[in-house]
């Protein structure tokens, strides 16, 4: 990148992370002491949700539970409980950086969780569901899958745990 194009995304990224501290629903959420909280609740709800389903599809892809219904079964009725946690996620987690947007902004942690973010979910709908689901997929390169999304997933949780902590 050059000089200009990181000053200009930093730039950009400085003045998009004040605008969004600076909204109303993030002064009215960090205006009382319990909005935060509830989000955070949904938030950490959202995640238990996601990450429950996707441990539930890639322990059945290692035969560890519910051997007895098909991989691409349990992929397709598990997708919309992920689509929903993932849709709670995206509003929980966007009023809960609103609130401290400059201090998420600036700390490292936090930017490799939404590159984590980004890279699991693009990996699940565009590459593990779609293994899963086909009837024609060798079963080491399912397993793969699975180990490739369950170190994602877990990236995602630990650091989104550290990030609370370290808050």
């Given at each position: 990148m050059t000089a200009f194009a990181?000053?200009?995304?930093?730039?950009?990224?400085?003045?998009?992370?004040?605008?969004?501290?600076?909204?109303?629903i993030a002064e009215a959420i960090r205006s009382a002491p319990w909005p935060f909280p509830v989000i955070e609740i949904f938030h950490i709800a959202g995640m238990v949700v996601v990450f429950g389903t996707i441990l539930i599809l890639n322990l059945r892809v290692f035969g560890l539970i519910l051997r007895s219904e098909p991989v691409s079964q349990i992929a397709q009725g598990l997708t919309p409980l992920t689509l929903t946690g993932l849709g709670v996620q995206l509003v929980s987690?966007?009023?809960?950086?609103?609130?401290?947007?400059?201090?998420?902004?600036?700390?490292?942690?936090?930017?490799?969780?939404?590159?984590?973010?980004?890279?699991?979910?693009?990996?699940?709908?565009?590459?593990?569901?779609?293994?899963?689901?086909?009837?024609?997929?060798?079963?080491?390169?399912?397993?793969?899958?699975?180990?490739?999304?369950?170190?994602?997933?877990?990236?995602?949780?630990?650091?989104?745990?550290?990030?609370?902590?370290?808050?």
């Open positions: 990181t000053s200009f995304a930093t730039s950009f990224a400085t003045s998009f992370a004040a605008w969004c501290q600076h909204a109303a987690g966007t009023l809960m950086f609103m609130t401290s947007a400059m201090k998420f902004t600036e700390n490292v942690l936090f930017g490799i969780k939404i590159g984590l973010v980004i890279a699991a979910v693009v990996y699940h709908f565009g590459i593990h569901r779609r293994v899963a689901i086909a009837n024609d997929t060798q079963a080491g390169r399912l397993r793969l899958s699975a180990a490739v999304s369950l170190v994602l997933w877990v990236g995602v949780v630990v650091i989104g745990l550290d990030i609370g902590v370290l808050s």
